[in-house]
């Protein structure tokens, strides 16, 4: 890999933290928002649910821990 593509690779992981970010500000919020990929609802599992705290589609392809927000 050269330098160039580590700053790409570096720019795109930025972006995708952003719009998890981004995310999981909507679904804690309250508001409905369905999977990019198979367009189900997005829930959020919350730690006192007794599992690990994410957010996941019912298919499981959008599948956001938590533990770096919390
Ligand atoms: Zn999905």
Same mark, same amino acid.
């Given at each position: 890999?050269?330098?160039?593509?580590?700053?790409?690779?570096?720019? $795109? +992981?930025?972006? +995708?933290? *952003?719009?998890?970010?981004?995310?999981?500000?909507? $679904?804690?919020?309250?508001? *409905? $928002?369905?999977?990019?990929?198979?367009?189900?609802?997005?829930?959020?599992?919350?730690?006192?649910? *007794? +599992?690990?705290? #994410?957010?996941?589609?019912?298919? #499981?392809?959008? *599948?956001?821990? &938590?533990?770096? $927000? &919390?």
């Amino acid at each position: 890999m050269n330098e160039q593509q580590f700053k790409d690779l570096k720019k $795109v +992981s930025a972006k +995708s933290f *952003n719009d998890q970010k981004a995310l999981i500000k909507k $679904v804690l919020a309250g508001r *409905n $928002v369905a999977c990019q990929h198979c367009g189900t609802q997005i829930k959020a599992v919350l730690p006192d649910d *007794n +599992s690990t705290p #994410g957010l996941y589609c019912a298919k #499981g392809c959008t *599948n956001i821990a &938590l533990d770096f $927000v &919390l």
